[in-house]
């Protein structure tokens, strides 16, 4: 077997080994929001941190992502088509039902303690008020990985 597989350690040419330092394969992002100037911030932002990340749109393009690929976690506006849309709750809804291994994270600048209560009941793990730093959001998705 060779010096690399498995063990850590590559031989260099001079026969030498080094110790490689491989990262851990990171965890599967799948990302809902209307707002293409939001899609590409935060798809650029967990990508940098190692994830891997697609991203949707619209309610019906991630529904066929959640039922075709295996995600770790969602990220998901509330609403996709107005103050009154709640697309992210039957995103949340799905992923209870068919991805119960799924994390779900739905973000809005429209919170209420109902909301929340909602929320929890259609499967959603953490509901955010928007803004918020990434930084601050790519914390809570190591935590809930």
Request: aromatic share 6%; charged share 25%; with cysteine.
């Amino acid at each position: 077997m060779p010096a690399s597989a498995g063990t850590g350690l590559l031989r260099a040419a001079g026969g030498m080994a080094r110790s490689l330092h491989l990262a851990p394969v990171m965890a599967r992002l799948l990302i809902l929001d209307d707002e293409e100037s939001i899609l590409f911030a935060m798809s650029r932002y967990f990508r940098s941190k190692g994830f891997e990340v697609d991203v949707a749109r619209e309610l019906e393009e991630a529904e066929a992502m959640v039922v075709n690929i295996r995600y770790d976690l969602l990220i998901a506006d509330l609403r996709l088509t107005g103050v009154y849309g709640a697309e992210g709750l039957e995103m949340a809804n799905l992923v209870r039902d068919r991805c119960p291994w799924m994390r779900t994270i739905l973000l809005t600048a429209y919170g209420s303690p109902e909301l929340e209560v909602e929320a929890r009941k259609r499967g959603a793990t953490v509901l955010l008020r928007k803004p918020k730093p990434l930084s601050e959001l790519a914390e809570l998705v190591t935590s809930l990985l």
